[in-house]
């Protein structure tokens, strides 16, 4: 019989072949593990390659195929050998259609050989056999869009997830789930009750927490919590990454940080996108900026 608990693996989409199993290859290094080496190293960092077209003009580009190339390849070129995490926005290459797409193929794979981690943020969710094709779309290696992570979107039951779950495990990769957003109307959904009393957001931390269970040095399933929100009152604890979005342009500071995640706050990846991107197009602001955020986000982690 079908198990239908809570939290049970559910059976594999009829049709398909789980994405990345069977493939006979030794396992690769989880996300979780590369991740906490780059945080080390580079210092726990993302910025976010958020093309708008403001910023385009701002730079000096038509808002065009043309012009999101060339800030992409700027901005990939300043950054990919020395921040942690460089988190393209799918929205924004998609808005150009196919030639908008193929300038982020290139981007992921660029960033990628430079160095940094890539993680997309294309907030994916569906029914577990779409779901499954977006597993292929980010999360198989074979694909011109393969990620080390990417941002999803759990608001279809938790459970829907799972064929990104396990195809990013077969790959090493990460994925960064949504539990309480940085808008404001997040909490609509987010701080809502479940049927068990818990908040749907603790419902998704939760999960998340099981299945980081006992892996070391971090976990590779990750949530998404909102820098602005100040003290949420959870438990941020599940042994794996907390992305921080809304640093810089929406208000919040790394000084913020300490009080948001509290005793999770080593384990938090802050995210900037426009705050950094809007010191280009030169490249030496570009690093100027993005190294005095990775700075300050090491100041406020150590209690300084
Ligand atoms: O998943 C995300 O990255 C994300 C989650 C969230 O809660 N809030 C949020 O702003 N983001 C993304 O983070 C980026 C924020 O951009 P800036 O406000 O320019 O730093 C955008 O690409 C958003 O889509």
Redesign the pocket.
Known sequence: MTDRTPGATPPAVPGTTPVGTGTGRPAPEPFGARLRRAMDTRGPLCV?I?PHGSLLTAWGLDDDVAGLERFTRTTVEALADRVAVL?P?SAFFERFGSRGVAVLEKAVAEARAAGALVLM?A?RGDIGSTMDAYARTYLAPESPLFSDAV?LSPYLGFGSLRPALDAAAAAGSGV?V?AL???PE?AEVQRATAADGRSLARVMLDHLAAENAGATPLGSAGA?V?ATLGDVGADLAINGPL?A??????GATPADLPRVFGAAVGDVVP?????V?RHGPDVSALREAALRFADEVRTAVAGG
């Open positions: 976010g958020d988190k926005q943020d907030k941002t960064f949504l957003t940085s808008n997040g998404v909102g992305l979005p809304g640093i810089g342009a929406q995210s900037v996108s426009r705050g991107l």
